[in-house]
């Protein structure tokens, strides 16, 4: 196998840096480098300039306003706007609800949402993790009740990412209570401004604002925004997911994070040299990169698999749960070699403007953040314990 990239794809890596160095705001680039807090409207400036060039929706076909990309170019697209300190493409529409529309949706749903999802008219959350059915998401609890033309929605929904920022959330729920737990459960298209819908956040442990409650609490949904049939919503949610772990793998996030390590690796010292000279913690750092180009080659397998119309189904688990090993152990080298400095931050430091350097060297000052939010990244998307249950059943029919 051939692990050289072509002159083509070497002339796209080139095109997509040169538009990137021209075209991305650099007030933003300087907030993302700095892992200063991201206002929706950052996210929104960064897609809308994405939209014009028409390079937004990697995931969808050039008919719905895709790029028309193979697996290598968009591994390629992923690489340089991490390299260039772009914020990440907020996945609930393109990346997750597009393809299910586009697959499952009527022609109607595509007309309407398709477009909205590009224009940034409409910002998605996703509904599905609850209180007792995160993982194990096919026990969940909010309920549907057809009405004829339209479903009354009770229940909460628990870890919605940014849907404080949310006009719109798509939603697994419960339409035959008498089935068994995979069936019975429908995909409904809920806008966050119905009456009854009341959003709560939730502080992570890195003390940000980045995930929510949602209730429902007797909220009128039109029979319209059903996706596919009611009571098939499992299939359209596992089509659904498989998209998303394998974008949690975050191969490009990884390698961004491996060449921070190495440069403060050559900032910090042990016994009066480098701690990249520490053979102990040099192998540390070997093992890691090994781990990582694995997982490259495997991710570009999977997501070229994908291209060609196959949905990857057990090999999204294992890049989810090497994929968030992988990061998880990066931050703790990150930790590891900042030492002392990697003490808990001031939630002030994160706000664009913050200027005090009092607390330590300016690389050192996020690595506590970093580490508490990527303790998440094994659970959510489906714990990596769950991951490991579905590659056993796939593989050996456990």
């Given at each position: 196998m051939n692990f050289e990239y072509s002159?083509?794809?070497?002339?796209?890596?080139?095109?997509?840096?040169?538009?990137?160095?021209?075209?991305?705001?650099?007030s933003i680039s300087d907030k993302v480098r700095k892992h200063q807090r991201l206002s929706k409207q950052d996210y929104q400036t960064f897609m809308t300039i994405l939209n014009d060039k028409g390079w937004l929706a990697t995931h969808w076909p050039t008919e719905y306003g895709g790029t028309g990309w193979n697996a290598i170019e968009?591994?390629?697209?992923?690489?340089?706007?991490i390299i260039a300190s772009a914020p990440r493409i907020v996945p609930f529409g393109t990346i997750m609800l597009g393809p299910v529309l586009i697959e499952f949706g009527s022609?109607?749903?595509?007309?309407?949402?398709?477009?909205?999802?590009l224009n940034g008219e409409d910002w998605w959350a996703q509904g599905y993790s609850e209180p007792g059915a995160g993982s194990d998401l096919a026990s969940l609890k909010t309920r549907a009740v057809n009405m004829g033309d339209h479903y009354i929605v009770n229940g909460q929904k628990t870890w919605t990412t940014l849907g404080q920022h949310a006009n719109k959330i798509f939603c697994l729920v419960k339409t035959d209570i008498n089935s068994k737990p995979q069936s019975g459960i429908s995909f409904l298209l809920i806008d966050m401004d119905t009456p009854g819908i009341e959003v709560k956040?939730?502080?992570?442990?890195?003390?940000?604002?980045?995930?929510?409650?949602?209730?429902?609490?007797?909220?009128?949904?039109?029979?319209?925004?059903?996706?596919?049939?009611?009571?098939?919503?499992?299939?359209?949610?596992?089509?659904?997911?498989?998209?998303?772990?394998?974008?949690?793998a975050g191969v490009p996030y990884s390698k961004t994070a491996l060449n921070h390590l190495k440069v403060i690796s050559q900032k910090t010292f042990k016994n009066g040299k480098p701690l990249i000279e520490d053979p102990v913690f040099s192998s540390e750092i070997a093992e890691l990169e090994i781990d990582l180009l694995a997982m490259e080659i495997f991710n570009l397998r999977t997501v070229s698999a994908a291209s060609k119309g196959k949905a990857p189904g057990m090999e999204s688990s294992l890049l989810k749960i090497k994929g968030t090993l992988v990061r998880q152990r990066t931050t703790e080298l990150l930790r590891k070699a900042i030492g002392p400095q990697a003490l808990p931050y001031l939630p002030e430091q994160f706000d664009e403007g913050w200027n005090d350097t009092s607390i330590g060297p300016d690389y050192a000052g996020t690595i506590a953040k970093q580490y508490f939010n990527m303790r998440k990244i094994s659970i959510y998307g489906g714990s990596n314990e769950i991951q490991k249950n579905i590659v056993a059943k796939a593989s050996f029919g456990l």
């Open positions: 002159e083509k794809e070497k002339l796209f890596r080139i095109e997509v840096k040169d538009w990137l160095e021209n075209t991305l705001p650099k968009k591994h390629i697209f992923e690489e340089e706007i022609e109607e749903q595509k007309k309407y949402y398709l477009p909205r999802i956040p939730i502080i992570t442990l890195d003390g940000e604002h980045e995930v929510n409650e949602v209730w429902f609490t007797d909220v009128k949904v039109p029979i319209k925004n059903l996706i596919g049939k009611e009571n098939e919503g499992w299939t359209y949610a596992k089509y659904l997911l498989t998209f998303e772990r394998t974008g949690i």
